[in-house]
């Protein structure tokens, strides 16, 4: 679809992850709690029981309450239809964390890029 629009690409980047994190128990609660299929209005009256429940859980697996994660390894997949001077720098200060670029943030016209975590299945 993208190269009958008159993009060319895609380029690919991987960002390598690896890195460890350390997380309290908030972390993992809050990340369940921002998933869709557990999001907190779908439990009514019992998200506070399921929230104990889930903090109960994370005591046992970690009194101190310390968890690590290690950050996902980050595919970058870029399009483009401009010419090749007006190509955009990985290490441009306007792509960082989870954002991804078009030309709605900013970044230079002809490119789309997007942003995808291959670890996560």
Do not use: K, Y
């Amino acid at each position: 679809m993208l190269t009958r629009a008159g993009f060319s690409g895609p380029q690919r980047d991987v960002v390598p992850g690896g890195q460890p994190l350390e997380r309290t128990a908030d972390d993992p609660v809050a990340g369940v709690f921002s998933m869709s299929f557990s999001a907190p209005h779908l439990f009514g009256m019992r998200r506070d029981a399921f929230e104990a429940d889930l903090r109960r859980l994370l005591r046992e697996a970690s009194p101190a309450g310390r968890f690590s994660e290690r950050r996902p390894s980050t595919e970058i997949v870029v399009w483009r239809n401009a010419p090749a001077e007006h190509a955009l720098s990985w290490t441009d200060s306007r792509i960082s964390g989870n954002e991804w670029c078009g030309e709605h943030t900013g970044c230079r016209p002809g490119v789309i890029a997007f942003r995808r975590w291959p670890d996560l299945a």
